[in-house]
Structure formats: structure tokens, C-alpha cells
């Protein structure tokens, strides 16, 4: 029988390997293309980008602001709109430094994991172009075959992202401390919380906040894109 992993790799999304916000950019797709109203809905994303990257934005006002664009249309319409969205997007904001640094992971035989407060609606096929077997996002509610515009269970954002990231490694019968290696890649004071649980913490592409802190606790530093 194949030993499990004995190294697992962990890496958020937005900032980390893409040069954008897939949320953010989701609502900008959708302003262009004339499905949601600019005057409703841009300046409410900046603010709640702003607020993000300060660590200032609430879990259920964060994603449920971005769920709220998949309510009131039917799924068939929502997933031809993704696929336009991936391309014009998406596409372009994965740089091939993010690409290598994924693959080199794969290629040495970890366990490897994207986890991101993104929905797994736009987070799924962005890891699967990314080449992740393993994705952890927030879960959007689906009641009768539509979004509802609200989560179901835990936001997978700051502390929860470790309470998640239990839930899954339990589902396969391991725990974090079971790695010989465990490593998180995250350019968000958002998941310092979970940067310290690992340990092989790297910064990238990091905001102010978790700059001072990876100089101050000397973790490693990338700069992708």
C-alpha cells in the first residue's frame, strides 16, 4: 500500500497565484457585462476589497456581499458567464511562476491543498486550471437548484481556515501535526493565523502587515507576478 503524504502545501488564492482578486474581478465581469447595476454594486466592492485586505471586513459581510451576485439566475446561465469570466480574467492573472510553484509541489508528491475565502463556485475551476486536485473555499447555500446568496456552514476565511482545514484532514483520517512538512503560501494578514500553524510559513506578495511580521519572524518571502 502507497504511504500517505508526508508533506502537505497549502496555498490561498487572490494575491498569492493570481495577480487579482477573483472576487472582485467576478463583480467587474459582471458590471460589464451589464448583469448587475454599477451604481449598486461598485463602489461596494471596492470598500469591501479595502476592508478585506485591512482585516477589517466581517465573514458573513465579505462572502455574502460576493454570493450575492449568484442569486436570482438560473445556475446554466451563472456557469456561461464563468467561462467568460475565466478567460478575460483569469487566464491572464495567473502567472507562470504561479503554475512552476504548484507543480513543483505536485511533482515531489505532496498533499496539495488551494484554500481560499473565495466561493467554490469561481474557486473550483480556478483550481483545477491551476492544476489542484484539493480545493477548501466557502461553500455558497443552494436551496431547489439555485444560489441563495447566503453560505453554507463556515466561511473559509481566517481562523476558520484552520477549523476547515481540520474538518478535511479528519475526513482522510490525518492531522496537521501528522506532516513531517506542512507549508502555507498567503500574501493576507487574513490568514496569519494560519501561516503560524504551519511549519513553513511563506509570505507572497504580502501586504503590509504580514511583511512586518515574516521580517520579524524571518519567514521567506516571494514576489509572483
Given at each position: 500500500m502507497k504511504a500517505p503524504p508526508a508533506v502537505l502545501a497549502l496555498f490561498d488564492l487572490d494575491h498569492t497565484l493570481l495577480?487579482?482578486?477573483?472576487?472582485?474581478a467576478w463583480v467587474e465581469f459582471l458590471i460589464e457585462q451589464g448583469v448587475v447595476e454599477?451604481?449598486?454594486?461598485?463602489a461596494g466592492n471596492r470598500t469591501i476589497g479595502e476592508k478585506y485586505r485591512r482585516g477589517e471586513v466581517g465573514l458573513l459581510e465579505f462572502t455574502?456581499?460576493?454570493l450575492s451576485t449568484l442569486a436570482s439566475h438560473p445556475v446554466e446561465r451563472l456557469e456561461s458567464w464563468r467561462e467568460a469570466y475565466l478567460r478575460a480574467k483569469i487566464l491572464p492573472?495567473?502567472?507562470?511562476?504561479?503554475?512552476?510553484?504548484?507543480a513543483q509541489h505536485v511533482d515531489e508528491g505532496h498533499?496539495?491543498?488551494?484554500?481560499?475565502?473565495?466561493?467554490?463556485?469561481?474557486?473550483?475551476?480556478?483550481g483545477e486550471?491551476?492544476?489542484?486536485e484539493h480545493v477548501i473555499a466557502t461553500e455558497p447555500e443552494i436551496r431547489d437548484g439555485r444560489f441563495t446568496g447566503k453560505v453554507a456552514?463556515?466561511?473559509?476565511?481566517?481562523?476558520?481556515?484552520?477549523e476547515r482545514l481540520e474538518t478535511w484532514l479528519a475526513a482522510r483520517e490525518r492531522r496537521l501535526e501528522?506532516?513531517?512538512?506542512?507549508?502555507?503560501?498567503?500574501d493576507s494578514r487574513n490568514d496569519i493565523p494560519l501561516l503560524s500553524k504551519v511549519t513553513h510559513p511563506v509570505a507572497v506578495n504580502p501586504d503590509p502587515t504580514l511583511a512586518a511580521l515574516a521580517a520579524g519572524k524571518r519567514w521567506p518571502v516571494l514576489q509572483i507576478g
Open positions: 495577480t487579482i482578486d477573483c472576487d472582485e454599477r451604481t449598486t454594486f461598485e455574502e456581499f460576493y492573472a495567473i502567472p507562470i511562476d504561479s503554475r512552476r510553484l504548484v498533499l496539495c491543498v488551494m484554500t481560499t475565502a473565495a466561493s467554490r463556485f469561481l474557486a473550483g475551476p480556478i486550471e491551476l492544476g489542484f456552514g463556515i466561511p473559509n476565511m481566517r481562523e476558520r481556515k484552520i501528522d506532516f513531517r512538512q506542512s507549508w502555507f503560501y498567503s
